[in-house]
Nanobody, 123 residues
Framework: VQLQASGGGLVQAGGSLRLSCAAS????????MAWFRQVPGKEREFVAG????????YYADPAKGRFTIARDDTENTVLLQMNSLKREDTAIYYC?????????????????WGQGTLVTVSS
């Protein structure tokens, strides 16, 4: 199973980026998907998640109103649209998949992780 995250890069504050996570050897529609982020020296934190059918999404407070998570199960892809980026959004962003029922914001609930994509927001 592989989750391949892409779309990171350098962007000015106020700009936008769209992250993508493609799954291979995993039927994404069977999993809840999420994005986390991590700053070196800090714990990995939950950003956004989406349930299996895509009808419900949930966000950490810093992401609400600025980020949108979406999934395309026909393409086995989950997206994170990030708008109005701030310097504090700078981090490595990871996609993750869970087939279980653990707390959605907990890293321990997730079975598979992507390798991460770096987002750098400059002032």
């Amino acid at each position: 199973v592989q989750l391949q995250a892409s779309g990171g890069g350098l962007v000015q504050a106020g700009g936008s980026l769209r992250l993508s996570c493609a799954a291979s050897e995993l039927t994404m529609k069977s999993y809840e998907m999420a994005w986390f982020r991590q700053v070196p020296g800090k714990e990995r934190e939950f950003v956004a998640g989406i349930i299996r059918n895509g009808y419900s999404t949930y966000y950490a407070d810093p992401a609400k109103g600025r980020f949108t998570i979406a999934r395309d199960d026909t393409e086995n892809t989950v997206l994170l649209q990030m708008n109005s980026l701030k310097r504090e959004d700078t981090a490595i962003y990871y996609c993750a998949a869970t087939g279980g029922l653990g707390p959605r914001a907990s890293t321990s609930s997730y079975d598979y992780w992507g390798q991460g994509t770096l987002v750098t927001v400059s002032s």
